[in-house]
C-alpha cells in the first residue's frame, strides 16, 4: 500500500495552495465564531458555532431582523453578535415587550418569548443602527444593546448551529 | 562516493546549527527572560492561582495600594476572594489579545478577559471584557497596582 506522493514538489504546492486559499476564504469571506453569552438564545444558543458572511455589507447596509456580528472599534477587539432593529433618525420604543419603530408596532416573528420590556423612546443616532439580542426573558438592564456604525460590522450570520 | 560523503557532512553540520541555535534561543527566553515574557509568567501563574481558588498566593501579584474600577482596594479584594471562591466549584479564566507596553518600571497590559465559574450549587455564570492592567515592579516582582475595566466603542 502506497501513502506517500509521487511528487512531493507538486503534493507540496497543491497543500501550500489550500492552504493559502482556507486563509484567504477565512479572512475576507466566510468567517467562523463560537458565541459566549445568552443574550441571542433562543435563536443561537450559548457555545455554538457560527458562520459569517463577511462580504455581505461591502455593497449595501444591513435590513431590519438580520442577525450581524460587528467588532469593536478599538483594540483589543471583541466580537458582538445581535439583530439589526432600527437605523439612523428612527425612534424605537418597547412597551410590554412590544417593539414600536417611529410609532408602529414591529413584528418579530424571529422571538420565542415576547418578554415584558418597556423602554421609553429612544432615537437612533446619526449614522447609527441600533442592535440588540433576542433573548427578550432577559431583562434590558442585563443586555448590552449598543448603537453601532457600518464601519464596525462584520457581516452577517449566515448559519448557525 | 566522495561526494555523497561531503553532503553528509554538509547536512550534519547544518543540523547541529540549526540545534545549536534553537537550544541559544530557547535559553534566551528560559534563563533570560525580557520584561515582556516576565509579565506574561506572572499574569498566566495569577491565573493559575484564581483557577486553583488559592486567595493568599493570588493576592501577591498586587501592590498594597492597589485600586480597581469595581472600587476594591488590596484588604477588600482579598476578603472578597476568600469569602467568594470556596462557593466555586470550578473556574476557568482566558486571558487573550494581551498588549503589553513596559517603561522602566512601569507597565501597561491591555486584554480581553472570559471566565467561567460554576458554582457549588452547579450554576454556570459567564463574564468577559476588556480591561486595562498597570503594573509596577517591586522587589525584581512585576504586581498589579490598578485594574480598570475599558469601555466599547463602535464609532
Not at chain 1, 457560527?50 to 455581505?56: G, I, P
Not at chain 1, 460587528?70 to 471583541?78: D, G, K
Not at chain 2, 495569577?46 to 481558588?53: D, F, Q, R
Not at chain 2, 498588549?99 to 486584554?111: G, H, L, P, R
Request: net charge positive; aromatic share 14%.
Amino acid at each position: 500500500m502506497k501513502i506517500y506522493p509521487d511528487n512531493w514538489k507538486k503534493a507540496a504546492v497543491r497543500t501550500g495552495t489550500v492552504i493559502i486559499l482556507i486563509v484567504l476564504v477565512n479572512a475576507f469571506c466566510l468567517g467562523m465564531y463560537r458565541t459566549y453569552g445568552m443574550s441571542m438564545e433562543p435563536t443561537v444558543r450559548d457555545g455554538a458555532v457560527v458562520f459569517v458572511n463577511k462580504l455581505a455589507y461591502k455593497f449595501h447596509l444591513p435590513q431590519r431582523g438580520d442577525i450581524v456580528v460587528f467588532r469593536t472599534s478599538n483594540r483589543p477587539y471583541v466580537y458582538f453578535m445581535k439583530r439589526v432593529l432600527a437605523f439612523s433618525g428612527e425612534t424605537v420604543e418597547f412597551r410590554n415587550g412590544v417593539l414600536f419603530i417611529n410609532g408602529a408596532e414591529i413584528s418579530e416573528p424571529y422571538l420565542i418569548e415576547r418578554g415584558d420590556w418597556n423602554v421609553p423612546p429612544f432615537v437612533v443616532r446619526s449614522g447609527h443602527m441600533f442592535v440588540c439580542g433576542d433573548n427578550r426573558v432577559m431583562a434590558w438592564d442585563d443586555h448590552f444593546h449598543p448603537e453601532i456604525t457600518s464601519h464596525t460590522l462584520v457581516g452577517k450570520v449566515k448559519w448557525h448551529r | 562516493m566522495r561526494n555523497g560523503k561531503r553532503r553528509k557532512q554538509i547536512f550534519k553540520a547544518l543540523f547541529l546549527l540549526i540545534f545549536l541555535a534553537g537550544t541559544a534561543i530557547a535559553a534566551k527566553f528560559i534563563f533570560f527572560p525580557d520584561e515582556k515574557a516576565k509579565i506574561r509568567r506572572t499574569l498566566s501563574l495569577a491565573v493559575s492561582e484564581i483557577e486553583g481558588k488559592n486567595p493568599s498566593k493570588f493576592i501577591r501579584h498586587f501592590t498594597l495600594d492597589y485600586r480597581d474600577s469595581f472600587n476594591n482596594t488590596y484588604g477588600t479584594l482579598f476578603l472578597y476572594l476568600k469569602n467568594n471562591l470556596n462557593q466555586c466549584k470550578s473556574i476557568s479564566v482566558g486571558l487573550n489579545q494581551m498588549e503589553i507596553d513596559v517603561k522602566e518600571n512601569q507597565a501597561v497590559i491591555k486584554f480581553f478577559a472570559a471566565a467561567n465559574v460554576v458554582t457549588t450549587d452547579g450554576e454556570l455564570y459567564k463574564e468577559a471584557g476588556r480591561f486595562i492592567l498597570r503594573m509596577r515592579k517591586e522587589q525584581l516582582a512585576w504586581r498589579i497596582y490598578r485594574l480598570d475595566e475599558m469601555d466599547y466603542e463602535f464609532e
